[in-house]
């Protein structure tokens, strides 16, 4: 099976610091990696596709400069959230994909910001 | 725009039981994908059942069953012999084809299923 990890599983941090949170795709080359953001109960919301080499593509109302992604290899995409606010903290899930496959998930990142 | 609505919250059913679970979409194409994934307490994301538009067989998975209505923008879950492993929240999702597509997924609002003992 295709598996997806994700570092740190949870992470605290303060106000105003940054924190970077790892995708990695173990057994496959993934062609697009996706960074969602999940509240307790609530549905999963897309934050933006990166593919590998290229710019990622964020969706309508999430702030590129605050939340910024790194696709540096076919295994790898980082999330850094800059200068974090209380109101940043959430779970954040990333997933991959191969050209014509499923998604396949991470385990996810729970942000909390003190 | 597509859309992917799930109007029941909250759902329950006896161990042992036949549950089914609710989702409409809204698409103008006519080749895609829909799926069910489970998100259990640990939160990971689980691939149920997957569905392509172009099949007009419902797709089967053990005891996850679909009903696929392509005219109707319908695609339910029915789970037979309900365990207390399937309490979880569902989440039904829509993704265009995948030529020449970015692979995004489009969530419902998801279902909590509570399986009583």
């Known amino acids: 099976g295709a598996v997806v990890s994700q570092h740190p599983s949870r992470v605290i941090c303060k106000s105003g610091t940054s924190v970077k949170i790892e995708c990695r795709s173990l057994?496959?080359?993934?062609?697009?990696m996706f960074w969602y953001r999940q509240f307790p109960k609530q549905s999963l919301m897309l934050m933006a596709t990166?593919?590998?080499?290229?710019?990622?593509?964020?969706e309508q109302g999430v702030e590129k400069d605050k939340f910024l992604i790194n696709h540096a290899s076919l295994t790898l995409s980082t999330l850094t959230v800059t200068s974090a606010h209380p109101e940043d903290s959430s779970f954040y899930i990333c997933s991959a994909e191969r050209t014509g496959t499923e998604q396949y998930f991470g385990p996810g990142t729970r942000l909390t910001v003190t | 725009a597509q859309t992917v609505t799930q109007s029941q919250p909250e759902m329950s059913v006896q161990e042992a039981e036949t549950v089914t679970l609710s989702c409409t979409y809204d698409?103008?194409?006519?080749?895609?994908?829909l799926f069910w994934y489970k998100q259990p307490p640990s939160r990971q994301m689980i691939l149920v059942i997957r569905?392509?538009?172009?099949?007009?067989q419902n797709a089967t998975e053990n005891r996850f069953s679909v009903n696929f209505q392509k005219a109707a923008k319908s695609f339910s879950l029915k789970i037979s012999d309900s365990q207390l492993g399937d309490a979880a929240m569902y989440f039904c999702?829509?993704?265009?084809?995948?030529?020449?597509?970015?692979?995004?997924?489009?969530f419902g609002q998801g279902t909590t299923l509570q399986v009583k003992p």
């Open positions: 990166s593919n590998e080499g290229s710019k990622a593509t964020y």
């Open positions: 057994d496959f080359q993934a062609t697009t």
């Open positions: 698409t103008s194409e006519s080749d895609y994908y």
């Open positions: 569905q392509e538009a172009y099949k007009q």
């Open positions: 999702a829509y993704r265009a084809s995948y030529s020449g597509n970015t692979g995004k997924l489009i």
